[in-house]
């Protein structure tokens, strides 16, 4: 599911030329260790802890002093708010998920959609399921680059039925680091 998301809203929607800036929320970071990670294992330019940073617009002026041509939205808020300031002229969003949104009673006003009008931004939303019978294409693409090393992923294995609890509460305080998965049985 990850991995088809990833591909669709990338390769579908964003279509990337090369030489673009490209900003993908929401990855699963939490300390500097995990920044580290996305820079030196994932192959990022840069990164940022979210909690860490006062003002994201700042934040997002370090990482991208030349503008964002490509933004992967998985957060909503006011992470888009900052985003819609840091866009370049003809950049495209891709709309996966606002997950800073899920758990609010009520949801955030965005204030800088005015951006899309003056920048001419595309924004777009899709469904990973959208996708699923371009399935077989998704592993064509896919499977050559994680056997030739250039897609890399992290998974962070609960070993056994009984730790699923735990591993589920850990996922809303940000414990795992890279995608949860429980290891049911290695059989
Ligand atoms: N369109 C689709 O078909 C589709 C399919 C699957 C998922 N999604 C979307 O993709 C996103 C990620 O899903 P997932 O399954 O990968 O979730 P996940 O494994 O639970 O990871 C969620 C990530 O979001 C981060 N996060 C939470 N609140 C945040 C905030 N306010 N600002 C910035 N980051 C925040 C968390 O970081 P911390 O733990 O450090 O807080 C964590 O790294 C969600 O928006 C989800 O709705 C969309």
């Known amino acids: 599911m990850p991995g088809i998301t990833a591909w669709a809203g990338f390769y579908e929607l964003a279509a990337p ?6 900003y993908i929320s929401a990855a699963t970071l939490l300390e500097v260790q995990e920044v580290e990670i996305l820079k030196n294992k994932f192959g990022f330019d840069d990164a940022f802890n979210y909690k860490e940073e006062q003002d994201l617009d700042a934040a997002l002026k370090r ?23 840091n866009m370049r002229l003809h950049g495209r969003i891709t709309a996966c998920g606002m997950i800073s949104q899920y758990n609010l009673s009520q949801t955030e006003g965005v204030h800088n959609m005015m951006n899309i009008v003056f920048k001419r931004i595309q924004m777009k939303g899709f469904f990973a399921t959208d996708y699923f019978p371009e399935y077989a294409k998704f592993l064509d693409v896919v499977l050559p680059l994680i056997r030739e090393g250039k897609v890399v992923y992290l998974e962070d294995i609960a070993e056994g039925l009984e730790t699923a609890p735990a591993a589920l509460v850990g996922l809303f305080t940000g414990r795992n680091v890279g995608k949860q998965v429980v290891a049911v049985s290695k059989e």
């Open 63 to 85: 990482c991208f002093p030349e503008g964002i041509d490509i933004y992967f939205e998985n957060v909503g808020g006011k992470m888009l708010d900052a985003v819609l300031l």
């Open 17 to 22: 030329r090369k030489g673009e800036n490209v």
